[in-house]
């Protein structure tokens, strides 16, 4: 028996889009003489697609979408996710397609809602499981989170002990440690119902999320025997072969797809897909970025040169009289060895003018803080207007220590469509800088952009430690706070300074407001600012916390 | 026997703040002699709490402030609403508060998981219904949606048919015909379980969230006897009365409540409480605003005076070559009928000054969209550069019509902290900006502001009718379409033009983008953007939706 897993990139609301690349995929499934291809959860609409789950017509024309590809696929067993309505209840489903049509459907019994999901707020969950026969071989359909709680899972599939194979169909989104997760409850699944396992994981990037593909088969015993491309389409295909003694094997059927080397490869990879994803999927060509020499501009620069060409980035320097003259040679050298289009446009004219207007109110001054962020603002509105004038994408290049602490200027350089490093902690910044220059085989990002300690320059002899504690310190004390929702005490008791501590916790709830209003960015944490984290702008909890 | 409903405005974190105000009710409480005070849903922590529930600290923390509470109001019984944490399990949850010690918990059944609430997210369900007896009075004990599904209701307080009166704390957010809706669920709930109900709501602004109070008894006959105060703290005291034949009657211990007028008076009223809350539980005294001559920051400016009084609001003009005459001097006049501090600050030097230093880059032009969006950018970052110098919170200006349709500056006009009328549409901008005049009893707003044509002044002779639909039609159509997830045809069906249907939806759909990226505001219709409706940025329904 041979099963396909057809790990496609699906963009969420084109159905008709969906379903032509899936027929694709069904013809080259044919050739190789499957007898069952399996797609991701959702495949049909795309995951996820939210609100428009609350549109009657959107179901409709998704069981219109799935009805026809099942027409369209009459030679083998298919099973595609879709979303399925019924009168004033949705359900998470997978359809079986047979002989031209679907033949029955699963419904999704586990419905996560916590993270960045929320299935309870559309579904309804089923209650029924489904087993279908295939060559004999007898499998139970499930879908995404049905198999992360084992214990749920032997219930729901107690009594029908002549299953040997587990389906999973899937939307599960990447973040650094989440395939060794995956690879766990895989594992754990295979040896508790002692039965192999044929995983088939959604691909590509929608809005703050990057699903990584990586599908995989296991046998009976838990073993991992193949695994699917990571970050990319692939149609993964393997032998299954029962024993006698009850053991189900796998053999696959093509040598094992290239994985990442390390899991700074793999955020680099999440990166390059989520940035060529958001553009492409949204219809823009080129995207825009203001090169300012230090390491976070350049990290994003060098990224989305490699999703979507060198020929679609345009840096600009936008200097002013307190950016030194390394910087400003850093920004075109990096511009040169990335061979992209690049400006310079001095700000200095534009922000005397602004000063010369301002002072006509009472109290406001060249030094200080809003002098500082105006510098900010200046450059947001040139890249704006130079997005507006272009049709071009104006790629943010905040990262996540300072998204976490507020470090940014509202409407200045948080101006733009997309941040590519908003979740990527100062400290990997510059180990991806690295491994951007080893896989480039060259100096790409040149080597004082590395080294040099880092400033905002908005202000003479400015620098970020001026401001904020190390990042090494930082970056352990927002992974405890933000991704774990530690307690001072918990943070304090681990040995962070407690002094340090307040004022970080102090600086993250105070910014809640401008992390609200921060254009979306690639998630690679257990826990990203955005859907993933909610939290209330107006909020006292922070000043008392632990205090009570 | 005596019912008190403490409907008071607590400060979502604050626990040592709310505990206190409820301290003072309590005593106010037990002076007029009640027998039981009932306090709101999640009163201890404020509503919603978001993910503060997912930090363990947080929910010890509310354990801790119920337990001192509780230890507080020995003399009375006292229901108040509090996060429950078990260990993996949180719980939505009502106190008993007895001889100073929490008597008995009551966990919520029912829990929302739909439009801007998330309690599956966070909250585990009870199953448990809670009779507690007070004076020979069975009362259960319900929270919130437990008593919106009558036929849930009625099995799940089954066989217990002493039941009298039906206790339901709530935090129930406002939007126009929501008391409608609430008067009848309860109504419906006297009638069907032949109970008294005591309705005790929140009152005050949350993020974009204002809870309107209006606290409720009602006879077991279904008649509504008593209501709080609309959009204020109030403590509504009542007697009841059990009478031979199982009747329960309220007699109300104080002459009735003045309660809005009509829907724009109730809209008016919300969100002066929606900014003056937004504005204060933040820390910012003053608020400060462009002033265009326009309705919708005449509005804005209006409601802001009504909130936060005049001497903390501050209007500043910032003209083109574009803005006519008289809506320049229209901005004047209206500063100066509310009395606010006034500055005009002409952008043309900027302007040209941006302009020069744009030129510098081919393809750059002084007409077409960059160059309006432009105008709208220079006055974003001269707001947002006294924001930052004296620390006022800076309103945008923009109504739910345009912020639907995408008719707004990314980053300009759209770039602040707060929008007041972010969620009301243009038509009904009109109907406030009279109700305004008619409020305050003189012209506050000019006549000529309300009569003029619209128009963002960006290019000569531009008007608003230029791009978009005539308003009654713009505001049928996304009614239609954002608040009641309409399908083309659908609407085309109601009689609305298909082709204007079709540029609407269109346009909508492309600029979610834009609504992601600006500026909470106060719900105020059963559907806000936000996240009362979430939908994908990358999203290709919008361009193939009922064409499959």
């Known amino acids: 028996m041979r099963i396909a897993l057809g790990q496609f990139n699906a963009v969420v609301g084109d159905l008709a889009g969906n379903a032509e690349k899936m027929r694709q995929i069904y013809a080259r499934a044919v050739e190789a003489d499957v007898d069952l291809l399996a797609f991701p959860e959702l495949a049909i609409c795309g995951y996820p697609p939210e609100d428009l789950l609350y549109?009657?017509?959107?179901?409709?024309?998704?069981?219109?979408?799935?009805?026809?590809?099942?027409?369209?696929?009459?030679?083998?067993?298919?099973?595609?996710?879709?979303?399925?309505?019924?009168?004033?209840?949705?359900?998470?489903?997978?359809?079986?397609?047979?002989?031209?049509?679907?033949?029955?459907?699963?419904?999704?019994?586990?419905?996560?809602?916590?993270?960045?999901?929320?299935?309870?707020?559309?579904?309804?969950?089923?209650?029924?499981?489904?087993?279908?026969?295939?060559?004999?071989?007898?499998?139970?359909?499930?879908?995404?989170?049905?198999?992360?709680?084992?214990?749920?899972?032997?219930?729901?599939?107690a009594g029908d002990d002549r299953i040997r194979m587990i389906l999973n169909i899937s939307a599960s989104p990447f973040h650094t440690g989440k395939i060794r997760a995956r690879e766990k409850v895989i594992?754990?699944?295979?040896?508790?119902?002692?039965?192999?396992?044929?995983?088939?994981?959604?691909v590509g990037g929608q809005d703050e999320l990057v699903f990584d593909g990586r599908s995989i088969f296991a046998d009976s015993t838990g073993r991992l025997v193949a695994k699917a491309k990571a970050f990319d389409e692939d149609l993964l295909i393997a032998d299954v072969i029962s024993a006698?003694?009850?053991?189900?094997?796998?053999?696959?059927?093509?040598?094992?797809?290239?994985?990442?080397?390390?899991?700074?490869?793999?955020?680099?990879?999440?990166?390059?897909?989520?940035?060529?994803?958001?553009?492409?999927?949204?219809?823009?060509?080129?995207?825009?970025?203001?090169?300012?020499?230090?390491?976070?501009?350049?990290?994003?620069?060098?990224?989305?040169?490699?999703?979507?060409?060198?020929?679609?980035?345009?840096?600009?320097?936008?200097?002013?009289?307190?950016?030194?003259?390394?910087t400003i040679s850093d920004a075109e050298k990096l511009?040169?060895?990335?061979?992209?289009?690049?400006?310079?446009?001095?700000?200095?004219?534009?922000?005397?003018?602004?000063?010369?207007?301002?002072?006509?109110?009472?109290?406001?001054?060249?030094?200080?803080?809003?002098?500082?962020?105006?510098?900010?603002?200046?450059?947001?509105?040139?890249?704006?207007?130079?997005?507006?004038?272009f049709g071009s994408l104006v790629l943010t290049t905040g990262n996540k220590s300072e998204t976490a602490v507020g470090y940014s200027t509202l409407y200045g350089d948080t101006a733009g469509g997309f941040g590519i490093i908003k979740d990527v902690p100062k400290t990997?910044?510059?180990?991806?800088?690295?491994?951007?220059?080893?896989?480039?085989?060259?100096?790409?990002?040149?080597?004082?952009?590395?080294?040099?300690?880092?400033?905002?320059e908005l202000a003479p002899n400015q620098k970020d430690s001026d401001s904020l504690p190390d990042y090494d310190l930082l970056d352990k004390i927002l992974k405890g706070y933000v991704e774990e929702d530690k307690s001072v005490t918990e943070l304090v008791t681990e040995g962070l300074p407690e002094d340090v501590v307040h004022k970080v916790?102090?600086?993250?709830?105070?910014?809640?407001?401008?992390?609200?209003?921060?254009?979306?960015g690639i998630k690679i944490t257990p826990k990203a600012f955005g859907k993933d984290r909610r939290l209330p702008i107006t909020n006292r909890y922070s000043q008392n916390q632990d205090t009570v």
Chains 1, 2 share one sequence.
């Not at 990879?269 to 949204?282: F, I, P, S």
């Not at 060259?442 to 880092?454: F, G, K, L, Y």
């Not at 916790?505 to 979306?520: A, F, G, H, Q, T």
């Open 55 to 157: 549109k009657r017509h959107f179901l409709r024309d998704c069981s219109l979408a799935l009805e026809k590809l099942a027409a369209d696929c009459p030679d083998k067993t298919v099973i595609v996710g879709f979303a399925e309505g019924e009168v004033g209840k949705s359900y998470n489903s997978a359809a079986v397609i047979r002989g031209g049509k679907v033949h029955k459907v699963y419904r999704k019994g586990m419905l996560p809602n916590y993270g960045v999901f929320d299935e309870r707020r559309y579904f309804n969950p089923g209650a029924k499981p489904l087993v279908i026969n295939i060559e004999g071989l007898d499998v139970a359909v499930t879908i995404c989170f049905d198999i992360w709680n084992i214990r749920w899972l032997r219930k729901f599939l």
């Open 187 to 202: 594992n754990a699944c295979a040896n508790e119902l002692n039965c192999a396992v044929a995983y088939c994981n959604l």
């Open 244 to 326: 006698a003694d009850g053991t189900v094997l796998i053999e696959p059927v093509e040598p094992a797809a290239r994985q990442p080397t390390d899991s700074v490869d793999e955020i680099y990879l999440a990166l390059v897909l989520g940035t060529k994803d958001y553009a492409r999927k949204n219809g823009f060509k080129k995207v825009l970025l203001g090169l300012s020499g230090g390491v976070d501009s350049s990290v994003t620069a060098a990224i989305a040169v490699v999703a979507l060409g060198s020929e679609n980035v345009v840096g600009i320097s936008m200097p002013s009289e307190f950016n030194s003259p390394e």
């Open 335 to 389: 511009a040169g060895n990335l061979g992209i289009e690049f400006h310079t446009i001095p700000i200095g004219p534009i922000l005397g003018q602004f000063h010369k207007s301002l002072q006509t109110i009472e109290g406001w001054s060249d030094e200080g803080i809003a002098y500082e962020n105006l510098q900010a603002r200046i450059r947001g509105c040139i890249l704006m207007s130079l997005s507006n004038r």
């Open 428 to 456: 990997t910044i510059y180990e991806l800088a690295k491994h951007i220059n080893k896989v480039g085989g060259r100096q790409i990002i040149p080597e004082d952009v590395i080294t040099r300690p880092p400033s905002a």
């Open 505 to 520: 916790i102090r600086m993250v709830d105070r910014n809640e407001y401008k992390r609200r209003l921060s254009p979306p």
